[in-house]
Each structure stands twice: as structure tokens, then as C-alpha cells.
């Protein structure tokens, strides 16, 4: 029987508490996860780990997640990769901007796990 390989998942987060707990709990799940404090250091984590998701904050220093996600997006080795947002900002404005550049995955934090391993089992099935 051969073991299931774990998903990889770039966490991108600037409250280091939430990052922290959220990466302890998905590690649980077998998930490999690689934690980010804002945008930009997002983007270099990149360059040395490809993930198979990325779970992003929108409202960051030094590059929003919005940013963020239009980089990644941009780039032909990481357009294809599945993006959730997940924020604090309950402001349907916010939405509304997430949507207007491309990202339907979007949850509203306090979150729980089971949203974050639904919404991510509908995200990495295609990679299955």
C-alpha cells in the first residue's frame, strides 16, 4: 500500500498567530504546508516551493494578497495553481474586488478547519 502524498500549501498570512495555528491544524491533515508573512515574502517563497494551493490573506504589508494574486497569476509556472482567500474583512466591497480579479475562493475569517479542508478538497480534486 502506498502512502498518500501530501498536498503543499503556501500560507500567506501577516497575523502570525492565525498563520501558526492554521498551518499546525492543516499539518494534522497531512497537509505540507510553508507559512509567508505578507505578500512579498509570498512570492519568494515561490521561487523554492511550488504548492499545490495557495492560502492567502488580502490586507498585508508590503504586497496585498490582491497583488499577490495577480503575480502568481501572471507567471506561467504558477498560473495554474488554486488561490483562497481567507480575511477578516467582512465589507462586501472586498468581495466584490476579490471577484473583480479572479478569485471565487474566498472565506471569511473567524473560519473553521472543516471550511478550509472542504473548500481545499474542492480545489486540489483535480490534482488527485
Avoid: C, W
Avoid at 113 to 127: A, F, G
Wanted: aromatic share 8%.
Amino acid at each position: 500500500m502506498t502512502e498518500k502524498k501530501p498536498r503543499k500549501i503556501l500560507l500567506v498570512d501577516d497575523e502570525a498567530g492565525f498563520a501558526e495555528l492554521l498551518r499546525d491544524l492543516l499539518e494534522m491533515d497531512s497537509y505540507e504546508v510553508m507559512v509567508a508573512h505578507d505578500g512579498q515574502d509570498g512570492l519568494e517563497k515561490l521561487e523554492a516551493f511550488v504548492p499545490d494551493v495557495i492560502i492567502s490573506d488580502i490586507v498585508m504589508p508590503r504586497l496585498s494578497g490582491f497583488e499577490l494574486f495577480k503575480r502568481v497569476k501572471a507567471s506561467p509556472t504558477t498560473a495554474t495553481i488554486p488561490f483562497l482567500f481567507i480575511t477578516g474583512f467582512q465589507d462586501d466591497r472586498v468581495l466584490a474586488e476579490a471577484r473583480k480579479v479572479g478569485v471565487f475562493g474566498i472565506l471569511r475569517k473567524p473560519v473553521d478547519i472543516e471550511q478550509i479542508e472542504n473548500r481545499l478538497r474542492e480545489l486540489t480534486r483535480s490534482k488527485e
